[in-house]
């Protein structure tokens, strides 16, 4: 279980994610939490201010260190 900076917690099962995302900077833990809540990828893009392919890469290296 890790608490955000937002004051809400996520519990995150993949000990090797959850490694990563302890060490990553904050974008991937905020992609993380809106694809969660349910936010496709443009409406990511346009709430963290970065291109469309820059959350796919993003969301790859995540997929990728989750087949680890």
């Given at each position: 279980r890790e608490q955000l900076r937002n004051g809400e917690e996520i519990y995150i099962?993949?000990?090797t994610l959850f490694e990563y995302l302890k060490y990553t900077d904050s974008i991937?833990?905020?992609i993380i939490i809106l694809?969660?809540?349910?936010?496709n990828?443009?409406?990511i893009?346009?709430?963290l201010?970065?291109?469309m392919s820059s959350i796919y890469r993003k969301i790859k290296k995540i997929k990728e260190l989750l087949k680890m």
């Open positions: 099962e993949n000990e991937v833990l905020d694809k969660q809540h349910g936010y990828v443009r409406e893009s346009q709430i201010g970065l291109s």
